[in-house]
């Protein structure tokens, strides 16, 4: 692992250089009982900034001063054309900013700064201008009716879509920034007002766009962001009997607690999970591009992507030459600081989840697996795992029915289209799937028969702000971005007016 090679911003030390504070209402302030948690350099180990510890009386709080926005407040009266401007302008401000939160975003999660950079700052900040496009598009309809009881009387009939309310967004620590972007723009764009809890792990940049978002001239108390822990401020959050709606996005395990907590007031719930997401690669395709895209849906972001390509299924005739090839790919990746302009891939972002990839790994060698590349943890200070490729497994093993969310890849060999598309479905996953092959009409028809909210073909982790994304089955309720996401933030009303 190499030392750092870049600069870290005067803005950026600035900031985690004092006890961060959580924004409600228009003020900056500490939980009301004071308390702090330490937020860690996952490369390092090091503790990287102290941040306000939300808990429940500061999460009711929050939902005060979102209630009394979304009730009283200018955002209640602003037009729909103001609300796109203020987006429009939070994205313009966030790519202002780029560096700055690529380097948040880096020492915070781990990721390389390079990829922050590429991926995570941009894609944020055009969610945020994708939706403000929409604001001024939340449409009702007309709707003819006929009214068989009353003859002879006419109707107009139409629907309004309105706000749904105040919005509790629960965010998990592998895309922080992004993640929060996902939440907050439709929620925005809707005329929605939030309470944001960011991961534990990773509050810093959801707490720094908060600056921006006042910055931006967002009415006080449109978007209040508490940290805090999961069982406490989470767990206050999504069980809140003013909060109108839930979004959530983390493990199904806690994502099953969310649904419990939301059943105290009923309060609408959507819900990103997790997944087991398999790559079926056929011998027909173009192998080189099979394997680099088979590598990258894994080990980017360090495995650490609810979407990971982490079941690689391979057709038998290639699986020597694909497997080989993805291995190679794993043992050539640079680990190290996400500040080393050379590193590909960073740390893990906790020591928790160091164990947790491990474990997974000693289960998959204790029932027969072996490893192509990787397979274990690197270096003994920060949380760094050798991407790893996982030989020799089958269905049932843990390793392959089990989130590792890490860079852990199982491959395994197949015959025949008919024999793996029962065997890629078998999972209670059914978040995205990748297929390689030249052959379009195979191609088409797999993806059909594929339980999954997203499918890609001959490419891997491709979003768009424009492309609803979510799960079937345990990977989740409703979908991200897109159309799809802004009509989960709004109530339909049918007004129907006597002629
Ligand atoms: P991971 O296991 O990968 O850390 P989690 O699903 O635990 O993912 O966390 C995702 C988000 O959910 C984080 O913001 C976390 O604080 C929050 N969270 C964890 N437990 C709860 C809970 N019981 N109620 C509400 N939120 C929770």
């Known amino acids: 692992m190499s030392s750092t090679g870049v600069k870290m911003e005067q803005t950026v030390s600035s900031f985690i250089g004092k006890p961060v504070k959580m924004l409600i209402g228009k003020n900056w302030v500490d939980a009301i009982n004071g308390a702090t948690f330490p937020v860690y350099n996952p490369a390092t180990g090091e503790v990287l900034a102290n941040v306000a510890e939300g808990r429940k009386e500061d999460i009711e709080l929050a939902v005060k001063a979102a209630r009394s926005a979304f009730e009283e407040g200018p955002w209640a009266r602003m037009t729909p054309a103001d609300r796109g401007k203020l987006l429009w302008k939070l994205g313009d401000l966030l790519e202002k900013h780029l560096e700055e939160f690529a380097q948040l975003e880096s020492l915070d999660n781990g990721k390389p700064l390079t990829v ?14 994708y939706m403000a496009g929409w604001a001024t598009k939340i449409e009702g309809s007309t709707i003819p009716i006929s009214v068989p009881y009353t003859p002879g009387t006419k109707y107009l009939a139409y629907t309004l879509r309105e706000p749904i309310g105040v919005v509790g967004q629960i965010i998990p620590w592998n895309f922080p920034l992004l993640m929060a972007a996902w939440k907050l723009g439709p929620a925005l764009a809707t005329g929605c007002t939030v309470v944001l809890k960011p991961a534990e792990q990773t509050p810093l940049s959801a707490l720094r766009l908060a600056e921006l978002i006042q910055e931006a001239g967002f009415p006080e108390g449109v978007v209040n962001v508490v940290a805090g ?13 003013d909060v109108d709606k839930v979004a959530f996005t983390g493990s199904t395990e806690v994502g099953k607690l969310i649904v419990q907590a939301a059943a105290g007031n009923l309060k609408k719930v959507t819900l990103e999970l997790g997944g087991k997401s398999p790559n079926i690669v056929f011998k027909d395709s173009n192998l080189d591009e099979a394997i680099a895209g088979a590598a990258s849906a894994i080990f980017f972001n360090h495995g650490q992507c609810c979407c990971a390509g982490s079941r690689l299924y391979i057709e038998e005739a290639v699986f020597d030459k694909v497997v080989d090839g993805v291995a190679k790919i794993a043992e050539g990746i640079k680990v190290g600081d996400g500040f080393d302009p050379n590193t590909q891939m960073g740390p893990l972002v906790s020591d928790e989840q160091l164990n947790r990839v491990c474990g997974y790994m000693k289960s998959g060698f204790d029932q027969g697996a072996k490893a192509l590349a990787g397979g274990e943890k690197l270096g003994d200070k920060g949380y760094f795992v050798k991407p790893t490729v996982l030989t020799n497994v089958d269905q049932n093993m843990k390793v392959v029915q089990e989130e590792i ?3 852990v890849v199982t491959a395994m060999p197949f015959k025949t289209t008919e024999e793996i598309t029962p065997v890629a479905n078998d999972t209670v996953y059914g978040l995205a799937a990748g297929i390689w092959t030249s052959d379009i009409s195979k191609a088409h028809s797999l993806a059909s028969k594929l339980r999954a909210g997203t499918v890609w073909v001959n490419c891997y982790n491709i979003f768009d702000a424009a492309m609803p994304f979510g799960g079937y089955k345990q990977s989740g309720w409703g ?12 109530e339909v009303k049918s007004v129907c007016v006597k002629m």
């Open 479 to 490: 979908r991200e971005m897109g159309k799809e996401s802004l009509e989960l933030y709004t």
């Open 229 to 241: 822990y999961g069982e406490t401020a989470g767990a206050a959050l999504a069980a809140h009997p």
């Open 116 to 129: 922050a950079r590429a991926a995570d700052v941009p894609l944020a900040a055009d969610l945020l201008r």
């Open 405 to 407: 969310f890490g860079p």
